[in-house]
């Protein structure tokens, strides 16, 4: 079985501050990890993903987020929020060792970044 | 080159009535997904469709709701004698033909369902 965890409900932060939106995974093979975006009454939109390589991944909008094998976690970060960053943010993970097609995504946090 | 398009965006049904979603998938994309979204829950994964054939129908309920995917026209999710507790947003992503194990999913903007 393949899961994904976000802790954080909600993230506020002051624009121009750094951001970091939290996703830890499990999976019995290797992770394939997707981050996406969700603007009000909007579908989702991709980010960026990873699937092998470097563990640092840049993505869209300035946002990048850093594969962390041991702690299982793919943390999506940004080094300086824009109030239009404000939005809510699904980390997904399917199993790239032949298991399921489907990805599975997190409950999403919303971020809130204040002028 | 249109995205995923899904309509109606809003339907108003009454409990009892039916509800039919549709989704045409981005051009050259053969896979479709059905998502459920309903606050303080997240996406839930309902169907994964490929055209003719439903791949893994896993996260649909047992009854009252179907999915197809025919060979000529749009995906549709067919939710028969809606209860208030079917009331969420329902959105369609989709992946081109191949190896979808990296695919990215394309979503559309999602149909909003109220049941009243």
């Known amino acids: 079985a393949q899961s994904v965890a976000q802790p954080e409900d909600q993230v506020n932060v002051a624009e121009g501050n750094p951001l970091t939106v939290k996703c830890t995974y499990s999976?019995?093979?290797?992770?394939?990890l997707f981050w996406y975006v969700q603007y009000p009454n909007r579908g989702l939109q991709f980010l960026l993903k990873?699937?092998?390589?470097?563990?640092l991944v840049k993505g869209s909008y300035g946002f990048e987020a850093e594969f962390n094998k041991s702690q299982t976690s793919f943390h999506l970060k940004k080094p300086s929020a824009l109030v239009s960053d404000s939005a809510l943010y699904f980390c997904a993970v399917r199993d790239g060792g032949g298991g399921s097609y489907i990805p599975t995504f997190g409950r999403g946090t919303s971020l809130i970044v204040h002028p | 080159n249109a995205g995923v398009m899904q309509n109606p965006r809003h339907l108003v049904r009454r409990r009892g009535q039916e509800a039919r979603l549709r989704c045409s998938p981005m051009k050259g994309h053969s896979h479709v997904y059905w998502y459920r979204q309903l606050p303080e829950e997240g996406l839930k994964f309902m169907v994964y469709?490929?055209?003719?054939?439903?791949?893994?129908e896993s996260g649909m309920p047992k009854e009252r709701f179907s999915a197809e995917f025919p060979k000529e026209g749009p995906s549709i999710l067919r939710i028969q004698q809606v209860v208030r507790g079917d009331s969420a947003a329902y959105f369609c992503?989709?992946?081109?033909?191949?190896?979808?194990?990296?695919?990215?999913?394309?979503f559309g903007a999602g149909s909003r369902l109220t049941v009243l």
């Open positions: 999976v019995s093979g290797n992770p394939y």
């Open positions: 992503a989709s992946s081109p033909l191949g190896t979808p194990t990296a695919n990215v999913l394309t």
């Open positions: 469709l490929q055209k003719e054939n439903i791949i893994d």
């Open positions: 990873y699937i092998t390589g470097d563990n």
